[in-house]
């Protein structure tokens, strides 16, 4: 019975030393399969690591564009002011260069209704042509007069001729 239980103990023992063996090399494929997974995950982590240093650096770009965006905006927002500032100005000269203009335009259509030609190109059109008649008039007047002239004084000598 002895001999049956160590008989089995050896068994066990040399089953237990297989079994120790298939453990352990179960045990070193499991680990080198981790190895390899701790391989890829440091892989991984390294591009992570430059996908991280390249999105700092553009993050950074970035801030440092929205800074000058913001400048930019600053400035055009004060350029802007000055513009509103000079339409506003604009604004207020067209109005009184329009209250001036109307002014003229009444002070025109008084004048225009006071002298009855200015505002109407026929009347004045005639105005023109009949002072032209009157001049050329006024000329034959003048050379009329100044024969009524020599024949006054031919009719005079004549006159004293007869006498």
Same mark, same amino acid.
């Given at each position: 019975?002895?001999?049956?239980?160590?008989?089995?103990?050896?068994? $066990?023992?040399?089953?237990?030393?297989? *079994?120790?063996?298939?453990?352990? /090399?179960?045990?070193?494929?499991?680990?080198?399969?981790?190895?390899?997974?701790?391989?890829? @995950?440091? /892989?991984? +982590?390294?591009?992570?690591?430059?996908?991280? #240093?390249?999105?700092?650096?553009?993050?950074?770009?970035?801030?440092?564009?929205?800074?000058? #965006?913001?400048?930019? #905006?600053? /400035?055009? &927002?004060?350029? $802007?002011?000055?513009?509103?500032?000079?339409?506003?100005? *604009?604004?207020? /000269?067209?109005?009184?260069?329009?209250?001036?203009?109307? @002014?003229? @335009? $009444? +002070?025109?259509? $008084?004048?225009?209704?006071?002298?009855?030609?200015?505002?109407?190109? #026929?009347?004045?059109?005639?105005?023109? @042509?009949?002072?032209?008649?009157?001049?050329?008039?006024?000329?034959? &007047?003048?050379? +009329?007069?100044?024969?009524?002239?020599?024949?006054?004084?031919?009719?005079?000598?004549?006159?004293?001729? &007869?006498?």
């Amino acid at each position: 019975m002895l001999k049956n239980v160590e008989q089995k103990q050896k068994r $066990q023992s040399e089953i237990a030393n297989k *079994l120790q063996q298939i453990d352990y /090399e179960q045990l070193k494929i499991a680990n080198q399969s981790l190895a390899e997974k701790i391989e890829e @995950r440091s /892989e991984e +982590l390294l591009k992570l690591r430059r996908r991280t #240093v390249s999105t700092l650096q553009i993050l950074a770009h970035v801030r440092e564009k929205k800074h000058f #965006v913001e400048n930019q #905006v600053g /400035e055009l &927002m004060r350029q $802007q002011t000055g513009f509103d500032d000079s339409i506003n100005k *604009l604004r207020t /000269e067209l109005g009184d260069l329009k209250v001036q203009k109307n @002014r003229c @335009r $009444q +002070l025109a259509d $008084q004048s225009r209704d006071q002298t009855g030609l200015s505002g109407n190109p #026929v009347l004045k059109n005639d105005y023109d @042509r009949r002072q032209v008649v009157v001049e050329q008039l006024h000329q034959t &007047m003048a050379e +009329l007069k100044e024969h009524y002239g020599r024949l006054t004084g031919q009719f005079d000598n004549l006159q004293s001729k &007869m006498k």
